[in-house]
């Protein structure tokens, strides 16, 4: 992988005016958007079949001023969630983005929904930690999985090229810093070489590579990486060797409630609903209300770096509507036991320890107190027999520093200036979580790949029609 300086011609096998790097949900969205400009493009991917990150995740895109909220009774606005995200960084976050990425959202979902038949619903019962309102919104299934098998599909429908085991090992730029084309390399070592543009990076971060995540995440080197090995950070070090601007390269997204060994994603509903985390110890270590991202540090810092979930029968029937949580159940990772001894016995660990947990969320709901990490206990969501527990780690998913893009999606320069014809979106760009792991608010993720993805794919489209516009008029046409 490296920059090619290019000549100024147009020695390539193919030549198209549009190339996007990456067919997980960010790729597939900004296709989707250039295709309804009637921009000639192909997607590469470098897998055989398209996952990403996407594929991974829960599929949870969050969206302000929907029809799905209005639906459910929900008051909601993009400046609502602009405020929320913000207030989860920090304020770190370019907040010309931020509010950038609420106004569209609601507009991307329901364009995504009624144009491309994407079956989404709002997810209801609890509020993940840091939103205000009910804005999450899934597909069925509530899987990634699901989710990109419709995308895939509604870019079939619309005749998009996605050319799959298609790596791409460099990009060629002329002087100008202008993207001149790509080359790809196949399974069986033979290259072609695309013309193009434009071309829109969306290829996700850096967190299946150990050495970037050593460099730039150093307190979860050591962490299980559940992500997509693709995310070998090329975006990063493309744009770097660029000139591009580089953007808050130690956020990430973490997550502290990974099924181990079954490495199986439960949902952070459990604690949301209710549940509790303990250590080995049979002692809580944090507020579950936090958020699950800067969790994964604080699950990693216990005892052989494992925590185990409690949570009641009323809390698993719940939870049985995700997808995930049901493959871990039916996988054994959930036991249940009829009492705290049964259950300190079990999980090998001190029953004093684990019923002076129990007794504490008691007291605090009878004082009506915070405990000691802020977290407050409501009578109708205090644990009662029969108990279940699922043993979890933390992890690292992708990271959410990258490429600096304006709201147009357009990479810039160290200078603040745009690079030519070079835009990004998703895990290749800077996201809106802050400088580290504690600003991710459930769901940034899908949010910067979904929406910025047809931002850029719609912004692509309209720099090319705006660059031919004098051609198509001086021809005639």
Same mark, same amino acid.
């Given at each position: 992988?490296? @920059?090619?300086?290019?000549?100024?011609?147009?020695?390539?096998?193919?030549?198209?005016?549009?190339? @996007?790097?990456?067919?997980?949900?960010?790729?597939?969205?900004?296709?989707?958007?250039?295709?309804?400009?009637?921009?000639?493009?192909?997607?590469?991917?470098?897998?055989?079949?398209?996952?990403?990150?996407?594929?991974?995740?829960?599929?949870?895109?969050?969206?302000?001023?929907?029809?799905?909220?209005?639906?459910?009774?929900?008051?909601?606005?993009?400046?609502?969630?602009?405020?929320?995200?913000?207030?989860?960084?920090?304020?770190?976050?370019?907040?010309?983005?931020?509010?950038?990425?609420?106004?569209?959202?609601?507009?991307?979902?329901?364009?995504?929904?009624?144009?491309?038949?994407?079956?989404?619903?709002?997810?209801?019962?609890?509020?993940?930690?840091?939103?205000?309102?009910?804005?999450?919104?899934?597909?069925?299934?509530?899987?990634?999985?699901?989710?990109?098998?419709?995308?895939?599909?509604?870019?079939?429908?619309?005749?998009?090229?996605?050319?799959?085991?298609?790596?791409?090992?460099?990009?060629?730029?002329?002087?100008?810093?202008?993207?001149?084309?790509?080359?790809?390399?196949?399974?069986?070592?033979?290259?072609?070489?695309? /013309?193009?543009?434009?071309?829109?990076?969306?290829?996700?971060?850096?967190?299946?590579?150990?050495?970037?995540?050593?460099?730039?995440?150093?307190?979860?080197?050591?962490?299980?990486?559940?992500?997509?090995?693709?995310?070998?950070?090329?975006?990063?070090?493309?744009?770097?060797?660029?000139?591009?601007?580089?953007?808050?390269?130690?956020?990430?997204?973490?997550?502290?409630?990974?099924?181990?060994?079954?490495?199986?994603?439960?949902?952070?509903?459990?604690?949301?609903?209710?549940?509790?985390?303990?250590?080995?110890?049979?002692?809580?270590?944090?507020?579950?209300?936090?958020?699950?991202?800067?969790?994964?540090?604080?699950?990693?810092?216990?005892?052989?770096?494992?925590?185990?979930?409690?949570?009641?029968?009323?809390?698993?029937?719940?939870?049985?509507?995700?997808?995930?949580?049901?493959?871990?159940?039916?996988?054994?990772?959930?036991?249940?036991?009829?009492?705290?001894?049964?259950?300190?016995?079990?999980?090998?660990?001190?029953?004093?320890?684990?019923?002076?947990?129990?007794?504490?969320?008691?007291?605090?709901?009878?004082?009506?107190?915070?405990?000691?990490?802020?977290?407050?206990?409501?009578?109708?969501?205090?644990?009662?027999?029969?108990?279940?527990?699922?043993?979890?780690?933390?992890?690292?998913?992708?990271?959410?520093?990258?490429?600096?893009?304006?709201?147009?999606?357009?990479?810039?320069?160290?200078?603040?200036?745009?690079?030519?014809?070079?835009?990004?979106?998703?895990?290749?760009?800077?996201?809106?979580? /802050?400088?580290?792991?504690?600003?991710?608010?459930?769901?940034?993720?899908?949010?910067?790949?979904?929406?910025?993805?047809?931002?850029?794919?719609?912004?692509?489209?309209?720099?090319?029609?705006?660059?031919?516009?004098?051609?198509?008029?001086?021809?005639?046409?």
């Amino acid at each position: 992988m490296g @920059i090619v300086t290019f000549r100024d011609d147009d020695a390539f096998d193919v030549q198209l005016p549009l190339v @996007i790097i990456g067919a997980g949900a960010c790729g597939l969205v900004a296709a989707l958007a250039a295709h309804e400009c009637g921009i000639e493009h192909v997607v590469l991917e470098r897998d055989a079949l398209p996952r990403g990150s996407t594929f991974m995740s829960s599929g949870f895109i969050p969206a302000a001023g929907t029809r799905f909220q209005a639906e459910k009774g929900v008051e909601d606005s993009a400046e609502r969630m602009a405020a929320d995200i913000q207030a989860k960084n920090g304020g770190e976050a370019d907040p010309a983005i931020v509010q950038a990425l609420a106004d569209y959202s609601g507009r991307v979902v329901e364009w995504l929904a009624d144009t491309h038949g994407i079956p989404f619903e709002l997810v209801e019962g609890f509020l993940y930690p840091g939103h205000s309102r009910m804005r999450m919104h899934a597909t069925p299934r509530r899987t990634g999985e699901e989710l990109m098998g419709c995308l895939l599909n509604a870019a079939e429908a619309a005749g998009i090229d996605v050319l799959t085991q298609a790596r791409v090992v460099d990009l060629h730029v002329d002087a100008e810093r202008r993207v001149r084309g790509v080359t790809l390399e196949r399974p069986d070592g033979s290259r072609e070489s695309i /013309g193009c543009d434009a071309l829109i990076l969306a290829c996700n971060g850096y967190g299946g590579n150990p050495e970037l995540v050593a460099r730039y995440i150093p307190s979860l080197k050591e962490a299980l990486y559940y992500g997509h090995e693709g995310n070998q950070g090329d975006a990063l070090l493309w744009g770097e060797a660029m000139g591009a601007s580089l953007k808050d390269l130690a956020a990430c997204q973490g997550h502290g409630s990974l099924a181990t060994p079954h490495q199986t994603l439960i949902s952070w509903a459990l604690m949301m609903r209710g549940g509790i985390q303990v250590n080995r110890e049979g002692r809580r270590f944090s507020s579950e209300h936090g958020g699950y991202s800067e969790q994964a540090a604080r699950v990693l810092a216990q005892p052989g770096g494992i925590a185990w979930n409690l949570f009641d029968a009323r809390i698993h029937e719940a939870a049985l509507e995700f997808e995930d949580y049901r493959n871990a159940h039916e996988a054994g990772a959930v036991r249940t036991f009829d009492s705290l001894p049964a259950m300190a016995e079990g999980l090998g660990m001190p029953l004093a320890a684990l019923q002076a947990s129990f007794e504490e969320m008691h007291a605090l709901v009878e004082r009506g107190e915070p405990d000691a990490f802020g977290r407050i206990f409501s009578p109708e969501t205090l644990l009662a027999p029969p108990y279940h527990a699922i043993r979890v780690t933390g992890a690292l998913f992708h990271t959410q520093g990258g490429l600096e893009v304006d709201t147009r999606a357009r990479v810039l320069r160290e200078d603040g200036a745009p690079l030519p014809n070079l835009f990004a979106a998703g895990g290749a760009a800077r996201g809106v979580s /802050g400088s580290g792991d504690s600003g991710y608010l459930s769901g940034n993720g899908l949010l910067s790949a979904v929406v910025m993805g047809a931002i850029a794919g719609r912004e692509a489209a309209r720099e090319l029609l705006r660059v031919m516009a004098p051609a198509d008029t001086a021809s005639g046409k």
